[in-house]
């Protein structure tokens, strides 16, 4: 069960900021009482980026006056979530009754906020077993409820709006480590995605997607990870990006392929739906034998230019990827289908959560300085907001 607000509330008055030609944020903080924020050390910093990725973050804050995200999502709110404290945003999940699930990447723990962003309590908790998780790799909502994926113990737990646990599941049998989630309203089913160890009667497959009931009664699995890029050794960075439809049809992308993936939800096909990326790098050199210093090899050091976020909206696709054009990332706008975009825009914004109504949030250059680790920026796609 949830237990009281906490009494070391923040009252922020969320102010929706116009855009003009310069990128700006506007806010209004009234302290009732303290409260401590995380704030990451330079050392920190330079630990989980790398010298040369901060001076490329760096001379990307000096040209922001230049980002193009007011094109393609106008107007946004600041929102400052409030718990003690949370080390990064890096997701944002909308539930069905209106509450948000915040993933913290860095801390591995899942936070609940309703639309003001006041705290309503934490999301499970840090364990193993029913109800806990080690290594959340990702949170959807499940028809009323909030379903996560942990890493490491091969669990799915359900949680119902209010944070408290509802049923779970292990996937341990098909042997395999899920790097990603998607849940169909349709079929009510789960797709797990990773294929790190993954085996099959002892045998050792290439499946990417491994479907399962509601119930955690494993159904089969579809998907190959691309034969091209087995030599590259890239398994271990198999985290796929996720998008879903109003229909309930699954699209993903590997973070190192420029291919939409499509998953018609009732013969289970994946459909693959090459994409032109304009500025996107494919990797050119694959990962070191010793993956224990995975946590060091970024993406520059692969020579590629990883895809990031994913959304599918009012039959639009919206692509995120890094680049190395002056500022942090590249969008790229399709019509669904179609394999060259109708719209390129360049951003320091980062998308970390979505619907398929064009409701977005975003992280403004991630690992700058003076970034606040518990803010993130609301908007709607300019396209899906109905005249």
């Not at 045998?203 to 699995?221: A, I, P, W």
């Not at 919206?318 to 942090?328: A, F, N």
Request: aromatic share 12%; hydrophobic share 40%; with cysteine.
């Amino acid at each position: 069960m949830i237990g009281p607000l906490e009494s070391t509330t923040i009252v922020t008055k969320v102010l929706r900021v116009r855009w003009g030609g310069v990128v700006s944020t506007l806010l209004l903080l009234v302290f009732l009482v303290s409260c401590k924020q995380y704030v990451e050390s330079d050392s920190d910093r330079v630990t989980r980026f790398g010298p040369d990725y901060l001076a490329v973050i760096a001379e990307a804050e000096k040209k922001s006056s230049s980002d193009q995200i007011a094109d393609l999502v106008g107007s946004l709110e600041t929102v400052r979530l409030h718990t003690s404290p949370i080390q990064k945003v890096s997701g944002v999940t909308f539930g069905r009754s209106g509450v948000i699930a915040v993933l913290d990447g860095l801390a591995g723990k899942i936070y609940l906020y309703d639309r003001v962003a006041a705290y309503l309590g934490p999301l499970g908790e840090k364990g193993r077993g029913p109800g806990k998780y080690v290594s959340p790799r990702a949170v959807v909502a499940s028809d009323a409820n909030f379903s996560v994926v942990d890493f490491s113990d091969h669990r799915v737990s359900t949680f119902d709006p209010h944070g408290s646990f509802v049923s779970s599941f292990v996937y341990t049998a098909e042997k395999f480590s899920a790097t990603g989630l998607f849940y169909n309203v349709a079929t009510q089913s789960y797709y797990l995605f990773g294929n790190r160890w993954h085996q099959v009667n002892g045998l050792t497959t290439d499946d990417l997607v491994n479907v399962y009931r509601k119930d955690g009664q494993f159904v089969e699995s579809i998907g190959s990870f691309p034969s091209v890029w087995s030599s590259y050794n890239l398994y271990p960075v198999d985290h796929p990006i996720v998008a879903s439809s109003n229909t309930g049809e699954a699209f993903f992308m590997l973070s190192f392929a420029p291919v939409l993936h499509h998953i018609t939800p009732l013969t289970l096909k994946v459909d693959d739906i090459p994409l032109s990326l304009p500025g996107f790098k494919s990797p050119t050199v694959g990962l070191p034998s010793d993956l224990r210093k995975l946590k060091n090899i970024h993406s520059w050091e692969l020579g590629f230019t990883p895809i990031r976020a994913l959304v599918m909206c009012r039959e639009q696709i919206v692509v995120e990827y890094e680049t190395d054009l002056g500022l942090r990332y590249t969008i790229a706008i399709f019509k669904a289908g179609e394999s060259q975009p109708t719209r390129v825009i360049q951003t320091n914004f980062l998308i970390v959560g979505s619907d398929t109504n064009g409701e977005v949030a975003l992280v403004q250059n991630p690992g700058r300085k003076d970034l606040i680790q518990n803010e993130y920026y609301l908007g709607h796609f300019a396209f899906a907001v109905r005249p």
